[in-house]
């Protein structure tokens, strides 16, 4: 995918934060075209979990998608 240009849309559905985690529920599309110029998009679900750190960076703990 070297020189791909890539694109992507994050539409976050429904989002919770209980004390240091947090989950979001996102709808993602993502477009890919290759030098070749084929562009290929892909959309779907995401479940995101994040986990607050000590010096208060949100980080990404675990994400599962159904983007096809």
């Not at 849309?9 to 030098?35: C, F, K, Y």
């Amino acid at each position: 995918m070297i020189d791909a240009k890539i694109e992507s849309t994050s539409d976050i559905q429904e989002i919770e934060v209980i004390g240091d985690h947090a989950w979001m529920r996102n709808h993602l599309e993502v477009t890919i075209t290759p030098p070749n110029g084929r562009t290929m998009t892909r959309s779907g679900y995401t479940l995101t979990i994040l986990r607050k750190e000590a010096d208060g960076r949100w980080l990404l703990a675990r994400d599962a998608n159904l983007v096809s």
